[in-house]
């Protein structure tokens, strides 16, 4: 079995001057990981600079890191941290094919340093 993980967020916010001061990416630090604000258009884009932290991260990590943001620039934040598994899977035809066999995601959401929405499921 291998195992994929992502993290991605959103920050959305009418001040985005603020946040960039003219730059086209920012990078801030937060706890012990390095994180890339990325502008597109009307809102910015978050990633983990090491993309492979995505895997380490955990779920109090991300929510501490999307209620900070949100707390920093007084906007909305929206994070997702998602784990997927593959592995052989039944097909109709009889055979069997690599694919993904689970899901799981994290999504939390916070708006001006307050908790609207954590939620943990299986896709």
Known sequence: ???????????????????????????????KYVFVLTLTGKEANISLKDRRCAATISRDEVSEVCREFSRMFRAQVRMEKLH????????FNGGSDYEVVSADRLVCVYCNGEKVEESVGSL
């Not at 916010?13 to 920012?26: I, K």
């Not at 997927?84 to 097909?91: D, H, L, M, S, T």
């Open 1 to 31: 079995m291998d195992h994929e993980y992502s993290f991605s967020g959103k920050l959305l916010t009418d001040d985005l001057d603020a946040v960039f001061g003219g730059n086209p990416s920012r990078e801030y630090a937060v706890g």
């Open 84 to 91: 997927e598994e593959y592995g052989v899977a039944n097909v």
